[in-house]
């Protein structure tokens, strides 16, 4: 079950070929989602409080 080629993410548990590739993909993602969530929360006051 060795594959020299392809590596298994430890977060996602996904095959990629380009596990460096992929872990920045990761983190850019994450900080994308992040700065929407954030712009979203900015944009819409809290209602309830
Ligand atoms: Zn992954």
């Known amino acids: 079950m ?3 080629d ?3 993410c430890p977060d996602c548990h996904a095959l990629v ?3 460096e590739a992929h872990e920045r ?3 850019r993602l994450v900080s994308d989602l992040a700065k929407a969530v954030e ?3 900015k944009r819409r006051p809290a209602a309830a409080g």
């Open 17 to 19: 070929a380009d596990l």
């Open 2 to 4: 060795e594959q020299a």
């Open 39 to 41: 712009s979203e929360l």
């Open 25 to 27: 993909w990761h983190s």
């Open 6 to 8: 392809r590596s298994t």
